[in-house]
């Protein structure tokens, strides 16, 4: 029997853990009524704030009575595993899983089709459960784009045919060939009732539009799922904890400034939202100490944890990180750890980095993996994907463990010179012991012998010399070479940051590691281009988000904050300082507008007030809620 644990830690709650799911009460209730009222919904978050345990352990176990609900997760498309199924298979196959009996039930529905497709098996279970309306839900959709376009085609013309209740041709000719059975085919013209939902990260949203040419509706009803708040976050902690239960733990509590402690690690002191992956991450651990509490502690005696029981909070994410890296293939490893500890953290600080830069030290499936256990996130940008470390929460553990990855990648490099010169010496030592072995050999046989002995060594004296001269002239040679190659790619790289490649600039600056003997000054030039490129994918983020939010006027303060923040990147300020002030300067004219005809209105009479508040005050102080002259127009218009 596995130990039931009150937290999941880095795994999504189940709908057998629906009775520890605290702190989206709210999110539940909207989402559920948005799945009864909506054919198709859109769930939507970035990775790590918990899509999957909301529909598991919160959403779908309130919806069991009204639909037949059917779970489906595609998987990542692996083209060498010769068993794969297709995406619309795997709808079948979790349909027929769920209703093993459906496959032998003989029907009307088998004799008016041949192609065993996604509405034949709709059909039978309407049949079998009498048109139950049936829940699909895809969990982890972005998956669904990484098979072959042949398989999404299909896929979407499968499900745009239950959606729409298209009955296939093949059938509809069955029917028109075959009269004496049409009066038994009354149940093919019923529309069987089948809803969906989407559940996909928000960086890969954009994937959408290859499916709008068949589902064109499938973004018009959305649900955001935000981070955790601090109040839901401390339900999060608190209730699972004093939960009823056969757990692996008896029941605890926390005092509050303990609580506080962990809200503020988990929020950065409310500079943060909290993710929950993080949450559950620290819970579990504290969980572990709860036990180990309770087995000094009378048998009723009831566990609080306190401030001086919580953990290093810095040892529980340095075992996470630990984990993580683990999940990479051993011969990938270390470079994979050069990404995050060198060059994700720059300055003590997280950065975002392009794929491309990524992609020098780790594969596409090693970034999934750490995508995926919310070590990594990523996002959209208009050049592509950019990677970031989850949460600031990471950083110091990360930086730990870089410190004990260099202190022994400096040891082993002391242990290896060391071994060198012991080689060497030893080696001096041979060829010394030989010399006299010789020369006493010469000197015992005859004093002719003696004297050629002599003559000899002379002579590989003088060819050692030689020897050494031209070993001399060949490592000139070779540093020439170096220090030509090495300019040629730093020249090339100059180019490139010339025109803000940067992250080119850095591919090509890695290429000349192996030209120059001063490593860490390149690694320097190497992070600081890296950082470079981090705030140029930043800077380029916030002016289009900024750029999209200017399109409303609702908006616009948004905008003038994302410029602002562009703005201090210090990437290019012109830019970013002259987006702000155009968008001012319009907000502010509109302001005027806003003031001029509310007056004129106000100054019509009592049955113009309204208007005044409805068109011009209100709209004016969604730009300047604060304006002192729209506040007292407001109290004007409200006599």
């Known amino acids: 029997m596995i130990d039931k644990r009150r937290y999941p830690g880095i795994s999504p709650f189940s709908e057998e853990q629906k009775d520890l799911f605290f702190g989206r009460d709210k999110d539940i209730k909207k989402l559920e009524r948005l799945i009864k009222l909506r054919q198709q919904v859109l769930l939507y978050s970035k990775s790590g704030v918990g899509k999957t345990s909301l529909l598991n352990a919160g959403v779908l176990p309130g919806l069991k009575n009204d639909f037949i609900i059917l779970k489906i997760r595609f998987f990542s498309y692996n083209p060498k595993d010769e068993t794969i199924v297709p995406p619309a298979g795997k709808i079948i196959n979790t349909l027929l899983g769920s209703f093993k009996d459906l496959e032998q039930q003989k029907t009307i529905v088998d004799q008016l089709s041949t192609e065993k497709n996604i509405w034949f098996w709709l059909k039978k279970l309407q049949v079998s459960t009498?048109?139950?309306?049936?829940?699909?839900?895809?969990?982890?959709?972005?998956?669904l784009f990484s098979y072959p376009?042949?398989?999404?085609?299909?896929?979407?013309?499968q499900l745009q045919q239950i959606l729409n209740n298209q009955i296939p041709d093949e059938v509809l000719s069955f029917i028109e060939e075959h009269p004496e059975i049409e009066e038994q085919a009354d149940i093919i013209y019923e529309n069987f009732e089948v809803k969906t939902v989407y559940?996909?990260?928000?960086?890969?949203?954009?994937?959408?539009?290859?499916?709008?040419?068949?589902?064109?509706?499938?973004?018009?009803?959305?649900?955001?799922?935000?981070p955790l708040t601090r109040q839901q976050a401390k339900n999060a902690i608190i209730k699972p904890a004093s939960a009823e239960g056969d757990f692996i733990s008896t029941k605890f509590d926390f005092d509050e400034p303990a609580l506080q402690n962990i809200l503020n690690v988990l929020t950065d002191k409310y500079n943060l939202t909290?993710?929950?992956?993080?949450?559950?991450?620290v819970c579990q651990r504290i969980e572990d100490i709860a036990i180990e509490k309770k087995k000094n502690k009378k048998k009723n005696a009831s566990i609080i944890i306190h401030t001086n029981d919580l953990p290093e909070f810095k040892d529980i994410f340095v075992d996470f990180y630990k984990e993580a890296l683990n999940k990479i293939p051993v011969q990938r490893r270390q470079k994979v750890a050069i990404l995050i500890e060198d060059n994700l953290i720059i300055n003590e600080q997280r950065i975002t980095l392009h794929e491309a830069v990524c992609k020098k030290y780790a594969t596409d499936e090693d970034l999934r993996i750490l995508t995926n256990i919310h070590l990594l996130r990523a996002e959209n940008t208009s050049t592509g994907i950019a990677y970031e470390l989850s949460h600031d929460t990471l950083v110091e553990p990360i930086l730990e463990v870089r410190k004990i990855r260099k202190e022994e990648e400096a040891r082993r490099l002391e242990e290896m010179r060391q071994q060198e010169e012991l080689r060497k010496l030893q080696e001096q030592r041979r060829r010394q012991r030989t010399i006299i072995m010789i020369v006493?050999?010469?000197?015992?046989?005859?004093?002719?012998?003696?004297?050629?002995?002599?003559?000899?060594?002379?002579?590989?004296?003088?060819?050692?010399?030689?020897?050494?001269?031209?070993?001399?002239?060949?490592?000139?040679?070779?540093?020439?070479?170096?220090?030509?190659?090495?300019?040629?790619?730093?020249?090339?790289?100059?180019?490139?940051?010339?025109n803000k490649n940067y992250a080119d600039a850095v591919k090509v600056l890695n290429q000349a590691f192996k030209w120059t003997d001063d490593s860490l000054a390149l690694q320097k030039r190497i992070d600081s281009l890296s950082q470079i490129a981090g705030k140029e994918t930043q800077f380029n983020k916030l002016i289009s988000q900024a750029k999209q939010y200017e399109k409303d006027e609702a908006n616009w303060l948004k905008a003038l904050e994302l410029y602002d923040q562009a703005a201090k990147l210090h990437y290019d300020d012109t830019l970013a300082l002259a987006k702000k002030n155009s968008l001012q300067k319009r907000l502010n004219s509109k302001l005027l507008y806003y003031k001029s005809k509310a007056k004129e209105y106000i100054n019509k009479g009592p049955s113009f007030r309204q208007s005044a508040l409805e068109y011009f005050i209100f709209p004016g102080l969604k730009l300047s809620p604060n304006d002192p002259e729209l506040l007292k127009l407001k109290q004007q218009a409200q006599k």
Request: hydrophobic residues 40%; contains cysteine.
């Open 440 to 498: 006493s050999i010469a000197a015992v046989v005859s004093i002719s012998l003696a004297i050629f002995g002599f003559v000899m060594w002379q002579n590989a004296k003088r060819q050692t010399e030689i020897a050494k001269q031209k070993e001399k002239e060949a490592n000139e040679i070779l540093q020439n070479l170096k220090r030509s190659e090495f300019n040629r790619l730093n020249e090339k790289a100059n180019a490139l940051c010339h």
């Open 274 to 281: 909290v993710e929950t992956t993080q949450l559950q991450i």
């Open 199 to 226: 559940a996909i990260r928000s960086d890969r949203l954009s994937l959408l539009n290859r499916l709008t040419d068949r589902i064109p509706d499938i973004q018009n009803n959305f649900y955001e799922l935000l």
């Open 149 to 157: 376009e042949e398989m999404i085609e299909d896929f979407k013309k």
């Open 130 to 143: 009498d048109n139950k309306p049936v829940l699909l839900v895809f969990d982890q959709f972005e998956e």
